[in-house]
C-alpha cells in the first residue's frame, strides 16, 4: 500500500458498478482484448462479460465511468453506458 492510497483513503471507498453495452464484441479475441484493457486501468477491481455488455466493478476515487468507456472506445469496440434503473 502506498502512502497516497493509505492517506486518501482509496483502498477503503466504496465500490462502484457501471454497465456498459459492447457491440461488435462477438469473440473469445475481442472479449480478451476488451478485458485487458479495462482490467489494466488503475481503479478497476472485476469485469464481468454479461449478455452483449460488460459490468465493471471500480473505485470512483481511481477512475471515472467515462474513462472506462473512452478505453474501451481506443481498443476498438463501442461501448455505451446502461444507466442503473433508480430505486423507487
Known amino acids: 500500500m502506498t502512502k497516497e492510497t ?3 483513503g482509496a483502498e ?3 465500490l462502484e458498478q457501471v454497465t456498459f453495452e459492447l457491440t461488435e464484441v462477438n469473440s473469445p479475441e475481442a472479449l480478451r482484448a ?3 484493457v479495462v482490467r489494466d486501468l488503475n481503479g478497476v477491481r472485476d469485469v464481468q462479460f454479461v449478455g ?3 459490468v465493471v466493478t471500480f473505485n ?3 477512475i ?3 474513462q472506462i468507456c ?3 472506445r481506443r481498443s ?3 461501448a455505451t453506458e446502461i444507466p442503473m434503473k433508480a430505486e423507487s
Open 60 to 62: 470512483p476515487l481511481g
Open 52 to 54: 452483449g455488455g460488460a
Open 12 to 14: 477503503n471507498a466504496p
Open 70 to 72: 473512452s478505453a474501451i
Open 6 to 8: 493509505h492517506r486518501f
Open 34 to 36: 476488451v478485458c485487458d
Open 64 to 66: 471515472r465511468k467515462e
Open 76 to 78: 476498438g469496440y463501442r
